[in-house]
């Protein structure tokens, strides 16, 4: 029972991270979020007397490295990531840490692992590629989905070496010791982007309480419950709750942030458990436990998925737009207008029907203006569309150099001033306007745009 339980909640509380992430980012800059949960983490993990044992001295800089490896860097790379790829699939893809772990542990011990345990690997990992693969096509274009999904990557090779290295050590001086220091270190190398990204945030309750969950939660217990399931079971198959993430953060990001997920990833979140399942399989010497851990991740995943897709059942045509952002005066928007464009694409992409797609793709496009006041932001919000080729067939328009003419042309069809002195809540008011008048005229046409 323990040695399921060590391994199916870490995936719960991981799933739910990304969903921490994306509600803090609307308050603070991913420098600023990962310094928050590693200093909450560690806090947490300082009420526990026991993460006071001593440390073997020779153990000492191994557990500064983790510091490194498991905490500061991927955790920044995470953070930094979700800036260009939606809380799901940024869960999703981190249901891939279990096929890097196992190349890692084969490599250091020169060695492939047996092939009943790699085959539930390849299968978990293509289950991961599955329910990426819809996202890549959506959110703000091919060349920032890119990116985030590269600085995911990154983070997967280290957190597959953390996971080996963890494991030899926590055994040696225990789990909590271990990790207590491994994210003390972690806090001092992220003090000084994280400090001043803090206090220059833009705080209001329900960032503030993510931020409290992801570090406690997500940065603290859970990371002492994996650590402890590497020192009992191993550390590839301690990282196989990994494939429980991209279940919770469907569920999450289709239920709370109304993320579209198409039926693809419904698919590959079934796929990733079958993984986890061969995986387990292959471990004869547990088989007990792993069976039980089956069990629990299986009932909990026929819970989540169960939930989203009867929503998704139907899945509707989507509204294209493009997001263009100006600063008055200038050529190019200034750092002000670029975080205010990303906190309305954020929006946006939290928009079920919504897709902010490139030039070419779309019809429709919202331009921001920013300008600045005393104490104060301004925005002016124009959204413009131009004509379509059948659109003019039925207006009577034949001749093909006119209709190129007005194809070029962009038609105004709403806009609105907004002035405000957080940034955040500016981008926010300004998605829930664009949704509740254009959006929501648009969504009574048949078919939809």
Known sequence: MIDSLLITLPGLIWGAS?????????????????????????????????????????????????GVIWMAFPLNM????????????????????????????????????????????????????????????????????????????????????????????????????????????????????????????????????????????????AYVMTATAAGRMGATVASVNNFIIPVVALALGVGLRHEHVSWVAIAGAGICLFGAWLTRRGRTSHSLVYTRAVKSMLMVAAIL????????????????????????????????????????RRGL?????????????ARRTIWIVTGAAPGSSAASVIVTERYDRETLMVLGVEDDDIANRMMALQIVVDHQIFTGRDPAALAKRIVTAVDDGIFTRLRTLKPRP
């Open 18 to 66: 990304f969903l921490f992430i994306a509600e803090g980012l609307d308050a603070v800059s991913p420098s600023g979020v990962a310094f928050i949960r590693i200093l909450v983490g560690f806090l947490t993990l300082s009420l526990m007397p026991a993460v006071r044992r001593p440390v073997q001295r020779a153990d000492r800089a191994r557990t500064a490295v983790l």
């Open 305 to 344: 998925i169960g939930a989203p897709t009867s929503a998704l059942a139907q899945a509707a045509e989507k509204i294209t737009v493009m997001l263009e952002a100006r600063t008055e005066g200038r050529a190019t928007p200034d750092a002000a207008a670029a975080r205010l464009l990303a906190g309305v």
């Open 349 to 361: 992409a939290a928009i079920g029907d919504v897709e902010v797609v490139e030039p070419e793709h």
């Open 78 to 221: 995470f953070a930094f990531a979700e800036q260009h790829v939606s809380s799901a699939l940024a869960g999703m893809l981190n249901g891939a840490v279990p096929l890097f772990v196992a190349a890692v542990a084969g490599g250091i011990a020169r060695r492939v692992p047996a092939r009943p345990i790699l085959l539930g690997l390849a299968v978990g990992f293509l289950g991961a590629i599955l329910i990426a693969l819809p996202g890549m096509t959506q959110s703000d274009g091919r060349a920032g989905q890119t990116l985030g999904v590269s600085l995911i990557l990154a983070a997967l090779v280290s957190y597959g070496f953390a996971y080996s290295l963890s494991g030899p050590l926590q055994q040696r001086n225990g789990a909590l010791p271990v990790i207590w220091r491994a994210l003390g270190v972690a806090v001092v190398l992220t003090a000084p982007l994280g400090i001043p990204a803090l206090l220059a945030g833009h705080w209001s309750l329900r960032p503030i309480a993510s931020l409290i969950a992801l570090g406690a939660g997500g940065t603290g217990i």
